[in-house]
């Protein structure tokens, strides 16, 4: 796939509990290089914003709106922070996720095209056009 977007690519880094069975050094060593990553793919123009996430939030579901409490800091699937990406192709965002210093600990790094638009409102108006031809 070497798919085009004009919006960039967001980088989506899964799993808070890489961290827990390193040592205070391990761990530092693991941050810095995170770091190093970070402002090497942001001199090169690559990387546009990133930040972690905290640990704590909540969650608003369902018809109700029903608040609770998560996302739970030891879920493997717990976004723990993002990147975005200002690069020429999808590949290029993947080549660029599998050097996440992470990966090694267990962290997952999910690779998005950022939308134009919602594709819902787009599905919505191809719907209309077709409707009215």
Known sequence: MNTQ???GYMLLFRGNDW???LSSEEKQ??????????R???NEGKAIAGNPLER????????????????????KEAIGGYFLLDVATFDDAVAIARECPGLPYGV???VRPVATEC???SELKEEAQFASA
């Not at 060593?29 to 970070?38: G, L, S």
């Open 56 to 75: 704590e939030g909540k969650i608003v579901s369902g018809k109700n709106r029903v608040v609770s409490d998560g996302p739970f800091a030891e879920s």
């Open 108 to 110: 997952q790094v999910e």
């Open 29 to 38: 060593k693991v941050t810095d290089q995170w770091m190093a990553w970070f």
């Open 40 to 42: 090497k793919l942001t």
């Open 119 to 121: 594709p819902v409102a």
């Open 19 to 21: 961290l827990k069975n």
């Open 5 to 7: 977007n004009q919006n």
